[in-house]
């Protein structure tokens, strides 16, 4: 053992030890003896002497400086020609010497030369030899051929004040290249590195970073699904605070952590600390951290045991702050939870949406140049809507457009999500697929709720808690609720408390795709769909009653209308169409509203090919009524009456008269079959039935040409949908008022009730209403010198009305007419044409807008 002089301290590490043992234990057993003999004979054939076996590497001391720094070189050329096994790969040993003096005792050596020589190898990456500048300046003159120093400048090293200039041994025949050292203010281990570019969450990151810097903060989690861009996330956010902490960042990937025991063996090795001997592996890294310190803990999700033991590291260490990556929260003390949604898919100032962004950048990558206009920008929005912008969605459809166009793409995703394919093979195995990333995510799930994840997929849309107890959870143990938490807590649910309802929970698109393939293959799907059809055949009648005290339920069922809409379509299949023909001629004020009626329409004609009833005669009635076909109403109203006359229900006869009864060709008999209506509605309370029919009343009565009764009758109808303070009525009342208006041309009186219209319409985003109102206001215009405007309203005003598949009230259609052929002589076929067909491009917004402009 060398007692005197100025001594060079070797030391070695293999780089990612933990992980290979945890891997590959035979093979690295094996591999370590290789590894050994290399370094063993390297350090003895130039004088060195192990102080050390510390397991993965060890501490060498040498007399000379040179000899130290060809053993090293030795050493790495051994390694770099040894055959390992295919299951690991290349060892890859980080080196580092430093030379001075230390106190040799009971075969070992201590002092603050040995600390600076162990600091200077946690610095190193593997295959990288550090030299400090003791030792070179005492090899300098003594090198091989070929081999110089690269100066690396001057750097901090942990634990030390002062900084060290560092030098990189370099050889011809052995790498040089490597990332960055692993010092103070920079990375003390090993962050994945991305060939891709980082696009859309800019100013989240700026988020994140602040409060990674306020001292309250010791841990922040970013919680999101699988796939949806946490671990680039907290990577970029990393790199960017890199120089704020004092002590580095450094990153923990607990993916092949098996159980929370290997929490702090992972965190050691990540801050690029050597557990040996007894001591307490949590011990030792708590004594590593001395200095302000960021760490990233990836992948958290299946350790969810191990928080108390993340609970003791934040507690025993001040300076050291967590950035963690997980499906779950951790449930600590001073946790803050950062959400992550998906990318944005709706544009927001004109800015192209950031899921847009990410397909178009990720096609770029795969040789395909997409323009964000056009037809292919247009349905690459729509791919991004449908993968609910989760990126890893995104990223593996876009490799699509290689063999499909964004068009094409679309449309058969649009069938299936399984279109979305496999990523790059150096991704993750978890990554590479959505069901692989969704698998990972299953797979802590107790089977109670695993039936619950599965059995939620029956609702496209977001479901209220006692939907999910009544449809989801019917059968499973435990509390509905406390089985949703876990769902919410492994980020496969979302909850949402924005929306009309109260809480409602809900899945993305790729999730739920997912969960509906497990309710299949479960046996499962029928009897889930069954109850969601006995939810609403048992809904239906207490929502019509709330319809008709206040109109907020009408529109909070805006957000629930898929899961009606999918509960209807799977009637048709269970055979219970008739069942739900009669639940939704009991809310016909909802289909009432034209935006929703087609879908309703459509399901009605395929009704009527495997059921029949009186009820699904009205609504056959009813659906042909707003499309325009009265010949086709008349006749399935005359059947419906039939059908309700049989059936001895008053309610539907009654119901029937009111449409039927503007139908008619005698307008006594019309006005006589409405009026017994309006005594029936008014005597039961039925105030949205009794409002239709005095409002058909008035239609009847213009129909007649006495236009002052029907103002008179209509200015009536104004006043008592005021007193019903239910606003929805209030509109329609006032845009009747405007009907008559213009029968007189009173045209100012006529616009400013369809104002009046027009504002409650667009407060309720409700198409039907203002277009309707938007129309009378071109009426005015064309008839008040405005022609050029009235001819780009029509225009969007048809375009509304294409699009939502019903017809424009007659009395309306008949005074646009007549503006239409008044313009067309005005301006030209030609022009006219142009300008509509200009109309025709506004959306809805700008249509608002061109009105509210004059």
């Given at each position: 053992?060398?007692?005197?002089?100025?001594?060079?301290?070797?030391f070695?590490?293999?780089?990612?030890?933990?992980?290979?043992?945890?891997?590959?234990?035979?093979?690295?057993?094996?591999?370590?003896?290789?590894?050994?003999?290399?370094?063993?004979?390297?350090?003895?054939?130039?004088?060195?002497?192990?102080?050390?076996?510390?397991?993965?590497?060890?501490?060498?001391?040498?007399?000379?400086?040179p000899?130290?720094c060809?053993?090293?070189?030795?050493?790495?050329?051994?390694?770099?020609?040894?055959?390992?096994?295919?299951?690991?790969?290349?060892?890859?040993?980080?080196?580092?010497?430093?030379?001075?003096?230390?106190?040799?005792?009971?075969?070992?050596?201590?002092?603050?030369?040995?600390?600076?020589?162990?600091?200077?190898?946690?610095?190193?990456?593997?295959?990288?030899?550090?030299?400090?500048?003791?030792?070179?300046?005492?090899?300098?003159?003594?090198?091989?051929?070929?081999?110089?120093?690269?100066?690396?400048?001057?750097?901090?090293?942990?634990?030390?004040?002062?900084?060290?200039?560092?030098?990189?041994?370099?050889?011809?025949?052995?790498?040089?290249?490597?990332?960055?050292?692993?010092?103070?203010?920079?990375?003390?281990?090993?962050?994945?590195?991305?060939?891709t570019?980082?696009?859309?969450?800019?100013?989240?990151?700026?988020?994140?970073?602040?409060?990674?810097?306020?001292?309250?903060?010791?841990?922040?989690?970013?919680?999101?699904?699988?796939?949806?861009?946490?671990?680039?996330?907290?990577?970029?956010?990393?790199?960017?605070?890199?120089?704020?902490?004092?002590?580095?960042?450094?990153?923990?990937?607990?993916?092949?952590?098996?159980?929370?025991?290997?929490?702090?063996?992972?965190?050691?090795?990540?801050?690029?600390?050597?557990?040996?001997?007894?001591?307490?592996?949590?011990?030792?890294?708590?004594?590593e951290?001395?200095?302000?310190t960021l760490?990233?803990?990836?992948?958290?999700?299946h350790?969810?045991?191990?928080?108390?033991?993340?609970?003791?590291?934040?507690?025993?260490?001040?300076?050291?702050?967590?950035?963690?990556?997980?499906?779950?929260?951790?449930?600590?003390?001073?946790?803050?939870?950062?959400?992550?949604?998906?990318?944005?898919?709706?544009?927001?100032?004109?800015?192209?949406?950031?899921?847009?962004?990410?397909?178009i950048?990720?096609?770029?990558?795969?040789?395909?140049?997409?323009?964000?206009?056009?037809?292919?920008?247009?349905?690459?929005r729509?791919?991004?809507?449908?993968?609910?912008?989760?990126?890893?969605?995104?990223?593996?459809?876009?490799?699509?457009?290689?063999?499909?166009?964004?068009?094409?793409?679309?449309?058969?995703?649009?069938?299936?999500l399984?279109?979305?394919?496999?990523?790059?093979?150096?991704l993750?195995?978890?990554?590479?697929?959505?069901?692989?990333?969704?698998?990972?995510?299953?797979?802590?799930?107790?089977?109670?709720?695993?039936?619950?994840?599965?059995?939620?997929?029956?609702?496209?849309?977001?479901?209220?808690?006692?939907?999910?107890?009544?449809?989801?959870?019917?059968?499973?143990?435990?509390?509905?609720?406390?089985?949703?938490?876990?769902?919410?807590?492994?980020?496969?649910?979302?909850?949402?408390?924005?929306?009309?309802?109260?809480?409602?929970?809900?899945?993305?698109?790729?999730?739920?795709?997912?969960?509906?393939?497990?309710?299949?293959?479960?046996?499962?799907?029928?009897?889930?769909?069954?109850?969601?059809?006995?939810?609403?055949?048992?809904?239906?009648?207490?929502?019509?009653?709330?319809?008709?005290?206040?109109?907020?339920?009408?529109?909070?069922?805006?957000?629930?209308?898929?899961?009606?809409?999918?509960?209807?379509?799977?009637?048709?299949?269970?055979?219970?169409?008739?069942?739900?023909?009669?639940?939704?001629?009991?809310?016909?004020?909802?289909?009432?509203?034209?935006?929703?009626?087609?879908?309703?329409?459509?399901w009605?004609?395929?009704?009527?090919?495997?059921?029949?009833?009186?009820?699904?005669?009205?609504?056959?009635?009813?659906?042909?009524?707003?499309?325009?076909?009265?010949?086709?109403?008349?006749?399935?109203?005359?059947?419906?009456?039939?059908?309700?006359?049989?059936?001895?229900?008053?309610?539907?006869?009654?119901?029937?008269?009111?449409?039927a009864?503007?139908?008619?060709?005698?307008?006594?008999?019309?006005?006589?079959?409405?009026?017994?209506?309006?005594?029936?509605?008014?005597?039961?309370?039925?105030?949205?039935?009794?409002?239709?029919?005095?409002?058909?009343?008035?239609?009847?009565?213009?129909?007649?040409?006495?236009?002052?009764r029907?103002?008179?009758?209509r200015?009536?109808?104004?006043?008592?949908?005021?007193?019903?303070?239910?606003?929805?009525?209030?509109?329609?009342?006032?845009?009747?008022?405007?009907?008559?208006?213009?029968?007189?041309?009173?045209?100012?009186?006529?616009?400013?009730?369809s104002?009046?219209?027009?504002?409650?319409?667009?407060?309720?985003?409700?198409?039907?209403?203002?277009?309707s109102?938007?129309?009378?206001?071109?009426?005015?215009?064309?008839n008040?010198g405005?022609?050029?405007?009235?001819?780009?309203?029509?225009?969007?005003?048809?375009?509304?009305?294409?699009?939502?598949?019903?017809?424009?009230?007659?009395?309306?259609?008949?005074?646009?007419?007549?503006?239409?052929?008044?313009?067309?002589?005005?301006?030209?076929?030609?022009?006219?044409?142009?300008?509509?067909?200009?109309?025709?491009?506004?959306?809805?917004?700008?249509?608002?807008?061109?009105?509210?402009?004059?």
């Amino acid at each position: 053992m060398i007692t005197s002089g100025t001594l060079t301290f070797l030391f070695t590490d293999i780089e990612q030890s933990s992980r290979l043992w945890d891997e590959s234990p035979e093979p690295m057993r094996q591999a370590l003896t290789t590894h050994n003999e290399i370094l063993i004979g390297a350090i003895g054939d130039h004088g060195g002497t192990i102080v050390k076996d510390r397991g993965d590497g060890f501490l060498a001391v040498f007399a000379s400086a040179p000899d130290a720094c060809e053993a090293a070189l030795l050493a790495q050329r051994g390694l770099a020609g040894a055959a390992w096994d295919e299951a690991i790969g290349p060892l890859r040993v980080r080196m580092a010497l430093h030379s001075g003096t230390a106190e040799a005792r009971d075969g070992d050596y201590f002092g603050p030369e040995v600390n600076r020589a162990a600091r200077l190898e946690a610095a190193a990456h593997g295959g990288q030899m550090l030299i400090s500048e003791a030792t070179r300046a005492l090899a300098q003159e003594g090198l091989p051929d070929g081999v110089t120093f690269r100066d690396l400048g001057f750097h901090s090293l942990r634990g030390l004040t002062r900084p060290e200039r560092i030098y990189q041994l370099i050889a011809p025949d052995l790498p040089a290249d490597f990332p960055p050292l692993r010092t103070v203010g920079g990375a003390r281990s090993s962050f994945p590195t991305f060939p891709t570019s980082f696009v859309g969450r800019t100013d989240e990151v700026a988020r994140i970073a602040s409060q990674l810097l306020d001292a309250d903060t010791r841990a922040l989690t970013l919680l999101g699904p699988g796939g949806v861009g946490k671990t680039r996330l907290a990577v970029e956010t990393a790199n960017q605070l890199a120089p704020e902490f004092l002590g580095g960042t450094a990153f923990a990937d607990l993916v092949r952590v098996a159980d929370p025991e290997g929490i702090p063996l992972a965190v050691a090795q990540a801050i690029g600390a050597h557990p040996e001997g007894s001591a307490p592996v949590l011990d030792i890294v708590v004594s590593e951290i001395s200095d302000p310190t960021l760490l990233v803990l990836d992948n958290w999700e299946h350790l969810k045991e191990g928080s108390p033991v993340i609970a003791e590291l934040i507690g025993r260490c001040p300076d050291l702050t967590l950035l963690v990556t997980s499906r779950t929260p951790l449930h600590i003390r001073g946790e803050i939870i950062h959400q992550l949604e998906p990318l944005g898919v709706t544009s927001e100032n004109g800015a192209t949406p950031a899921a847009v962004d990410l397909f178009i950048d990720r096609a770029a990558e795969h040789g395909v140049e997409i323009a964000v206009d056009g037809p292919d920008g247009e349905a690459v929005r729509s791919i991004c809507r449908r993968l609910d912008g989760l990126p890893l969605a995104i990223e593996l459809a876009a490799a699509g457009v290689r063999l499909l166009s964004p068009t094409e793409l679309d449309r058969r995703l649009g069938e299936s999500l399984a279109l979305v394919g496999s990523g790059a093979v150096d991704l993750p195995e978890r990554q590479r697929t959505i069901q692989s990333t969704i698998d990972w995510s299953v797979e802590t799930l107790t089977p109670d709720q695993r039936t619950l994840f599965n059995r939620l997929s029956v609702f496209p849309a977001w479901a209220t808690l006692t939907q999910v107890e009544q449809v989801a959870a019917v059968g499973l143990e435990g509390d509905a609720l406390e089985l949703m938490s876990a769902l919410v807590d492994n980020s496969l649910v979302t909850v949402s408390s924005n929306l009309p309802g109260g809480t409602r929970f809900g899945q993305l698109t790729v999730l739920r795709e997912y969960a509906a393939n497990g309710l299949e293959e479960a046996g499962d799907t029928d009897p889930t769909r069954s109850r969601m059809i006995d939810y609403y055949l048992a809904a239906a009648p207490l929502f019509a009653a709330a319809m008709d005290r206040d109109e907020s339920p009408m529109w909070d069922a805006e957000t629930d209308h898929p899961n009606l809409a999918a509960a209807m379509r799977w009637s048709l299949a269970a055979g219970r169409a008739t069942e739900m023909a009669n639940a939704s001629y009991t809310i016909w004020p909802y289909w009432f509203n034209g935006d929703r009626a087609a879908e309703a329409a459509t399901w009605a004609e395929e009704a009527d090919q495997v059921a029949s009833s009186p009820e699904l005669d009205w609504l056959g009635g009813f659906f042909a009524f707003q499309k325009g076909d009265f010949e086709t109403a008349a006749d399935r109203f005359h059947r419906a009456m039939t059908g309700f006359i049989e059936a001895g229900d008053i309610s539907g006869m009654n119901m029937t008269r009111t449409f039927a009864a503007t139908l008619g060709e005698d307008p006594g008999e019309n006005e006589a079959m409405l009026q017994e209506a309006l005594t029936y509605f008014e005597e039961e309370g039925r105030t949205i039935a009794h409002y239709v029919a005095g409002i058909f009343i008035g239609v009847n009565i213009a129909m007649t040409g006495d236009q002052e009764r029907a103002l008179e009758l209509r200015l009536s109808n104004l006043a008592e949908s005021d007193r019903l303070e239910y606003p929805m009525l209030t509109g329609w009342s006032d845009w009747n008022v405007a009907v008559s208006m213009l029968s007189f041309q009173r045209w100012d009186e006529a616009a400013a009730h369809s104002r009046l219209t027009l504002k409650i319409m667009v407060e309720r985003n409700y198409h039907e209403g203002i277009a309707s109102a938007a129309f009378l206001i071109a009426v005015v215009d064309a008839n008040q010198g405005r022609g050029e405007r009235a001819a780009m309203i029509i225009g969007a005003c048809n375009a509304i009305f294409d699009r939502i598949g019903i017809a424009v009230w007659f009395e309306a259609a008949a005074y646009v007419a007549e503006v239409v052929a008044s313009l067309r002589d005005q301006f030209g076929d030609a022009e006219f044409d142009r300008l509509e067909t200009e109309g025709r491009a506004l959306g809805v917004d700008e249509l608002v807008e061109l009105i509210e402009s004059g």
